[in-house]
């Protein structure tokens, strides 16, 4: 395993798919040059191949580490994205995690592709991957997936496995099988800490350890008010989601959903702007100066993170800062 994956009080930046070439190579070499853990990288569809792009920031650095985020057996057959992240890691040692997930639902919809039975296909996918990293044959036969009579050629490798997740059963799940657990953006520090509680129950019951990584969306300004109008859509379209009540409800915010999702609906982004309230954006994410996103990233990390994941950043020259920053106050 990457050394900087057992550093406590990590720091790691998502790449999300939409950068240019430039950008990538920018945001590669800041990340490197200010000690930033690792890059996670997404798997969107329709966006930039995260695998293609992995190889080029592990080539282009010496010790970034990369995680394939959130890889979708829905998308990717498990011998295929294990097969990606085995080849990676046979060349770069050491660097390389691998993550799965559902999928993003609209994505998936997009695409014309069903995503039934998510908690028992990701049991199974983790299964698939862990034996073909083992080295030896498998002999797999699951409900969706059935691997049997072959092991990679790359022989064993030491990958570690992380699970992204968010209802109380796919935490509990990361806790019993994954290495580390992926909670994501927009999640408030209170619901942070109820995740972790789910996942601790996991890992009572398989008897592991995992890894707390949590992704924050992060936008850094002189004007704070100005670093939250950056951040004010991005939030408004992920805690549109029903699913996000628990979110909202634990970190005590007042947010309409219904009427935010018929916000968007009709692409009224005044109506959005005014409904996520710089108090929204301060409890569901890191903004404002470089002091002010410090101070909340420590929030998060108090709550039980071992590792905080930036996404949202773009601009190399902030990212400096802020990592320099956050670096000086651990």
């Known amino acids: 395993m990457m050394a900087a994956e057992q550093t ?39 966006r930039r191949e995260p695998i293609a792009l992995a190889a080029v920031a592990l080539a282009a650095t010496r010790r970034l580490g990369v995680v394939l985020m959130a890889m979708s057996p829905y998308v990717m057959h498990p011998v295929y994205a294990t097969m990606a992240a085995a080849t990676l890691e046979e060349q770069f040692p050491g660097r390389v995690r691998l993550c799965f997930g559902v999928g993003a639902p609209r994505d998936l919809a ?56 968010a209802g109380p059963r796919m935490l509990e799940l990361a806790g019993r099988v994954a290495d580390g657990v992926l909670i994501s953006a927009a999640s408030s520090a209170e619901f942070v800490a109820w995740s972790l509680a789910q996942v601790r129950r996991g890992e009572a019951a398989g008897g592991r350890h995992v890894r707390a990584i949590g992704l924050v969306q992060a936008a850094v300004g002189e004007n704070p008010r100005a670093a939250n109008d950056e951040l004010r859509r991005t939030l408004g379209f992920v805690l549109r989601g029903a699913h996000h009540a ?21 692409e009224d982004w005044a109506e959005v702007d005014k409904m996520v309230s710089d108090d929204v954006v301060n409890r569901h994410a890191a903004s404002g100066t470089v002091a002010e996103v410090t101070d909340a990233l420590a929030r998060y990390r108090r709550v039980g993170l071992d590792e905080i994941v930036l996404t949202g950043l773009s601009d190399p020259q902030i990212l400096h800062r802020l990592l320099n920053a956050t670096r000086s106050a651990g």
Do not use: M
């Open 8 to 46: 406590e009080g990590a720091t790691g930046l998502a790449l999300l798919g939409t950068e240019t070439p430039e950008a990538l190579r920018g945001l590669v070499q800041a990340a490197e040059d200010t000690g930033a853990s690792t890059l996670w990288i997404a798997s969107h569809l329709f």
């Open 110 to 165: 997009a695409a014309g592709i069903a995503a039934p039975h998510p908690l028992s296909v990701l049991g199974e996918t983790i299964e698939i991957a862990r034996a073909l990293l083992s080295g030896e044959t498998i002999a797999f036969r699951g409900e969706r997936f059935q691997v049997s009579g072959r092991r990679l050629d790359h022989g064993l490798r030491q990958i570690p496995i992380i699970l992204a997740a």
């Open 246 to 266: 628990r979110n909202l409800a634990l970190a005590g915010t007042e947010l309409d959903q219904a009427a935010l999702a018929a916000a968007f609906a009709r």
